[in-house]
């Protein structure tokens, strides 16, 4: 029962880190300059997701866990602004500013479908506290 | 003398339903954490051989000479007349059809959890448990009443 909590809870954290990362793309949607002040555009970061079997009960349910952070290594959106400070200066995009690719829509939806993941599992959190209690019920 | 009260009582048979809910429920409610893993396929306690194999424990209790079970009050399969066997074995559930063919639907990502029929197993697998628990919840008054000589 109490094994039924640890795998949601590891649901929860999986889809929470989901989040996070989904709103830190949005965040980031214009952020043309690294985290070192170099002109670089930022790359949306996208998670995957691993049954986990360390927590694997006699049942053969197992959790969820964050495989890895998978960064989009996909070309940037090139926007012609020659005015701009960090536009390009030579080659083949000169005049071009490097925006980051990332889609709002894709993240968006992304996003939607972490909640309901989230709320689901809260749910089924929900329906183990009563069985627990239910089952506790026995004594009075 | 108190083990054979428990005993001649449905509590055994309860409590092994009440603990197999309990199992299956964390089965159900890992389905619903991996529902973004990909590749995951969905896992399950089969609810049928559990019934079975409770039946075949009940009856092996009542009758422990002839353990071969069989459930009263209905025939085996081999003592049904030809034309009834096949309707009475195969086919039993009318939506077997949507459901294998859901079963073997895998989505983009690879994987097989069905958002909808884990919620409904999960629910019916609750009922199936509140059951167990009610019904030990009336053996154990029941048995106080007597212990009390009140009702």
Known sequence: MIRAIDISTSALVAQRTRLDTLSGNIANMSSLVNENGEAEPYRARQVVFRTDDTMQTSSGAAGVRVEEIHVDESDPLYRYQPDHPLSIKEGKWQGYVAYPNIDLTTQMVDALEATRAYEANVGVMEMTKSIGRDTLSIIA | ?151
């Open chain 2, 1 to 151: 003398m108190i083990q054979g009260i428990f005993q001649s009582t449905t509590l055994p048979a309860l409590e092994q339903m009440a603990m197999f809910s309990e199992r299956r429920h964390e089965v159900l409610a890992g389905n619903v954490a991996n529902l973004d893993t990909p590749e995951y396929r969905a896992r399950d306690l089969s609810v049928n051989d559990f019934e079975n194999a409770l039946a075949a424990a009940i009856e092996k209790q009542r009758n422990p000479e002839t353990h071969a079970f069989r459930s009263p009050g209905y025939l085996t399969s081999a003592e049904l007349p030809p034309a009834l066997r096949s309707t009475a074995q195969a086919n039993t559930d009318p939506f077997d059809g949507p459901r294998l063919a859901m079963e073997k639907l895998v989505y983009h990502d690879g994987s097989d959890v069905n958002w909808e029929t884990q919620i409904t197993e999960l629910s019916k697998n609750q009922s199936m448990h509140n059951m167990a628990i009610a019904l030990m919840r009336s053996q154990f008054s029941t048995l106080n009443a007597a212990i009390s000589e009140r009702v």
